[in-house]
């Protein structure tokens, strides 16, 4: 299951994780983020213990949104360090792409 973040648990759960982060922006209204919304669930029970999975409503938490330049949606960013190593911008990425994609940062 995917972490809810938010402007309190950022910096401890992933800025200052020690393991790698995929942090999905999304929204309730936004019908990819929906489509891709399980798939993260997966990715964040599967890789327990050796990545973390976290999702940020950008309706909730705008400040966040507003500083990773959140622009569309769905938005996948991958910490590692506190540093953006990478990103997806869209639904288009399946479960195999994104789970290799966190895995080359552990």
Request: aromatic share 6%; net charge negative; with cysteine.
């Amino acid at each position: 299951m995917a972490i809810q973040l938010n402007e309190d648990n950022f910096q401890s759960e992933v800025l200052d994780s020690d393991v790698p982060v995929l942090v999905d922006f999304w929204a309730e209204w936004c019908g990819p983020c929906k489509m891709i919304g399980p798939v993260i669930d997966q990715l964040g029970s599967e890789l327990e213990g050796k990545a973390k999975v976290g999702k940020v409503n950008v309706d909730d938490c705008r400040d966040l949104a507003v500083k990773y330049n959140v622009r569309s949606i769905p938005l996948l960013l991958f910490f590692k360090d506190g540093e953006v190593k990478d990103q997806i911008v869209g639904a288009s990425a399946g479960k195999d792409q994104l789970k290799a994609k966190l895995e080359a940062l552990v």
